[in-house]
């Protein structure tokens, strides 16, 4: 019974750290600079939170060319505006109501396995 307990939480504790793990993968300000600097393009599609980190990062501000950080600026402003005209579905509900929908499901799935795995008295 102990190892059953032991790979659920194991697995739990796996799934939170690849969770957590999906800031890891965005870009740098520092890598949406050199982007930029090759080519006086923004190549790649980024997202509106690393564009919005590299609007006020210091690092690319500061220390950059000076061509290079006062033109990549209106880029960035631009994309950003670009990725806020993209039309969405309107909310309806009915994300939420799956979503609680699943969660019900897990935890009766949970309440499941508990009566399941009870020692007999």
Do not use: W
Request: charge should be positive; avoid cysteine; hydrophobic fraction near 40%.
């Amino acid at each position: 019974m102990r190892h059953r307990s032991r790979a659920g939480v194991t697995a739990l504790v796996v799934a939170l750290l690849l969770v957590g793990a999906t800031n890891a993968f965005g870009a740098t300000p520092s890598q949406i600079y050199q982007d930029y600097a090759d080519n006086g393009k923004l190549d790649k599609q980024y997202s509106k939170s690393d564009l919005q980190r590299a609007l006020k990062s210091a690092v690319v501000q500061g220390y950059g060319k000076p061509n290079v950080t006062t033109e990549v600026k209106p880029k960035i402003q631009s994309q950003l505006r670009e990725q806020g005209r993209v039309a969405g579905l309107p909310f309806t509900g009915v994300d939420l109501a799956l979503m609680t929908a699943g969660a019900l499901v897990l935890v009766g799935i949970g309440l499941g396995l508990r009566r399941v795995s009870r020692p007999p008295a």
